[in-house]
Structures are given as C-alpha cells and as structure tokens.
C-alpha cells in the first residue's frame, strides 16, 4: 500500500476491530485513582503487556487484532489502559500523559508479585512507545521483563508536534485535539480543567493543548518543560532490557530529523527502521481487500524469539 498516509489511514478507517474475549481487572493506585486492564484468557504462557497511543484504547485499530493473535499463540496478553481511557473517568484531576511512566511501573511490580514465575514482555504504540521506551531508561527502573517492543514512537514531543501542524498531518493532529477537547469537558463535570472551559476551541494545536491542559494537570511549568522531560530520546541511552523498536521512515507523524542516530541507543536496543510503513500502519499483501498486518507477524516472532511459546514459557 504506497503513501504514508494511505498506510496511515487504512487500517483507522477500515480494519474490522474483533477482540477476544477480555476479562476487566481494576488496579487501585496508591494516590485513590485506578487503573484497568482488559486481560484474555489465562493459560501458563508468559504475560504481554500493551500499551496503548494517544487517546487509544480497545477500540485502536491495532488493539483487537493483537489481542486475538497473543491469545491464539497462547499467551497472556492484557491491555493496560491510561487513566481516563477505559470508559470510566478517573478520579483525580490529573489524567496521563506522554511521559507518565510511574503507573506502568507499578503495574509491571504488581505483575512480578502476582506471577512471579510467568515471563513478562511490554509493547508499546505510539504514546505507550514513548512511555515505555522513557521508562526502560530511567536511571532507577529496573524493569525484570524479558523483551520490550516500541512501535512508532514520537521520539521527540516538540518535533513531532510541530510535524503535526504540516500539510496533510494536520488531520491527524484535528482528529486527535477534536477526542482530547471532548475529554476535557467529560470530565470538567468532575474536575474543572486549569483552561477556561468557554475557551476550549481555541487549543488548535499540540503545543497549545499541552500548554494550557497537559502542562498545569502534571506538574510542568509549561509546553516545553514537558516535551523536554517527557521525550523518550534522551533515555534511548540508558536502557538495559532487550528492545526492539519498529520504525518507519515515513511516519507522518515525525519528521526524519527526529529519528535517533545509532550512537544514541543503548546496547540492547535494536531500531528496525523500514522505508515505508506510515504511524502504526505497516500493512503488507497484494490486495487491498485482502491486507496483511505485517507488525503483529513481527511482534509474534520477536516474542517467540524472547519469551518463547506457552509450552516453552512454564
């Protein structure tokens, strides 16, 4: 399929969202909010934790389909979802953001202490790939899990915003302010925002979203405190776990420029930069009426390759 966009666009617009069936369990944080978690059916093979992109969640396009392929292969597999991303608003006035990795730290300690003996593997998209990536390079994580995968990553948050407020991107960039706005005023009937709710409309941009509601909400004095502490660039370096990141050179939601050189990743980390594959799309085969989902093929090989099948996981 040619064209960032196309590669992009198509599985958004037309990819059948089919998951398993998903058993709910709710975490409750230390600070009084939650988190959920959509598991499929428990076997003996090894945990695979998901992380969801901005304003993901089982209804992403990538969600389903991988669900249902980890649970054929036999694992078990769970989607971890940001606060405010299950259905239900969470509790705080506080929501998540692209550098949150506190809470997927305490889920993967909740999951070591729940099933010590089971392996345990996280991937991440887009958003989650920035969390997870920043995460594993944290000087004081010690992560304990066996493989991560990083999937179309926004390396650098300034970069990528700004890439966003460029030609055909711009759709993107609407369709995403227009969810992120309406999550606001759900949960102004809650927590009113630290931006005037009337004023809403005129955050027409990433960094002035991010300025006015991200910012504030988390502790950064402003946008560019934030995309500074929260970009996963920085931590490439530093990560010590296994990691594969799946790349393409074409994703329209960063520009080349941001893409991390060789001398920037760690030692463990392997970048598999393709030509083509737009953001999160990566769609192979000859028809289209008929496309392939080249990146779950990838994942499932890279697991077998590092946490094994079931059979070889107990």
Known sequence: MPGRHLQTLYPSLFRQRLPPPLQRERLELPDGDFLDLDWTAAT????ILILHGLEGSIESHYAGGLLSQLSAAGYNAGLLYFRGRSGTPNRLPRSYHSGDTGDLDFVVRYLHEQFPQQPLAVIGFSLGGNVLLKWLGESDTRAGIQQAIAISVPFDLDAAARQLDRGISRIYRNHLLDRMRAAVRRKAAFHPPPWPLERLDELR????????ITAPLHGFSDVDDYYARASSRQFLKSI????????????PFLPVSALPQAGELGPDVILELSPHGGHVGFIAGNHPFSPRYWLEQRILELLGDSVGSASASV
Do not use: C, E, K, Y
Request: without cysteine.
């Open 44 to 47: 003996q093979g090894a945990r």
């Open 205 to 212: 941009s990433f960094r002035a979203f991010d300025d006015a």
């Open 240 to 251: 010590r776990v296994p990691t594969v990141i799946l790349q393409s050179a074409d994703d």
